[in-house]
């Protein structure tokens, strides 16, 4: 089945720094991908959409300068939490899209600590 | 896209067949359904998704009436392993805007006792 592979799966940073994240289709092309974040007991909000070849469409109230979101090819988005804080720790998680109609299908997450 | 509403959560005992329903009252003539699991500190896995009467896996059924108002979401003889959150989601169709993006809702956190 098709495989969404995320990485790193846990990352530790100094308040200050920037963390990348990346997320890879494995055995499909994705021509969108999605970024989610998801806080302790709570649900997953969408952030943004992330269009191959294009820039990401953000949800209301993210911030894209903060966000930095790059879908240089099919098979890879790039999530950038630029100049972390504490209030930004958190689950982060991907998703990928194949063909229409296909299920989404997610990585497995990173968390992301902020001290 | 059509907001969905389900139970915060729901107990049930090994062995046991579970069924979750969720109203969508206002799903679009292009709109299908689909269901989610997910465990903690892990991304959701997808379940079953559907356009209407009865979807069957290996995993689950999923039962969409007529009017596609709401859906069941039917996992036989669950076991501890299926305790679990359930997402069920409302997606838009081709042609749509928002074609593959989910919105989730709260979720249904299933426990299943021993």
């Known amino acids: 089945g098709a495989v969404v592979s995320q990485h790193p799966s846990w990352v530790i940073c100094k308040s200050g720094t920037s963390v990348k994240i990346e997320c890879r289709s494995l055995?499909?092309?994705?021509?969108?991908m999605f970024w989610y974040r998801q806080f302790p007991k709570q649900s997953l909000m969408l952030m943004a959409t992330?269009?191959?070849?294009?820039?990401?469409?953000?949800e209301q109230g993210v911030e894209k300068d903060k966000f930095l979101i790059n879908h240089a090819s099919l098979t890879l988005s790039t999530l950038t939490v630029t100049s972390a804080h504490p209030e930004d720790s958190s689950f982060y998680i991907c998703?990928?899209?194949?063909?229409?109609?296909?299920?989404?299908?997610f990585g497995n997450g990173t968390r992301l600590t902020v001290t | 896209l059509a907001k969905t509403t389900q139970p915060i959560s729901m107990d049930s005992y090994e062995g046991q067949e579970v069924n979750i329903t969720c109203s969508h009252n206002?799903?679009?003539?292009?709109?299908?359904i689909t269901w989610y699991q997910q465990f903690p500190s892990q991304g959701p896995r997808f379940i079953i998704q559907?356009?209407?009467t009865k979807v069957t896996n290996e995993v689950a059924s999923l039962f969409i009436p007529a009017d596609r108002k709401s859906s069941t979401l039917s996992l036989p003889r669950v076991s501890l392993s299926d305790t679990a959150v359930y997402y069920c989601?409302?997606?838009?169709?081709?042609?749509?805007?928002?074609?593959?993006?989910?919105?989730f809702g709260q979720g249904t956190t299933l426990q299943v006792k021993p």
């Open positions: 998703s990928a899209e194949g063909s229409n109609n296909s299920p989404l299908h």
């Open positions: 055995d499909f092309q994705a021509t969108t």
């Open positions: 992330s269009n191959e070849g294009s820039k990401a469409t953000y």
């Open positions: 206002n799903i679009a003539t292009n709109d299908y």
């Open positions: 559907g356009y209407k």
């Open positions: 989601l409302v997606v838009a169709g081709a042609g749509s805007s928002n074609t593959g993006k989910l919105i």
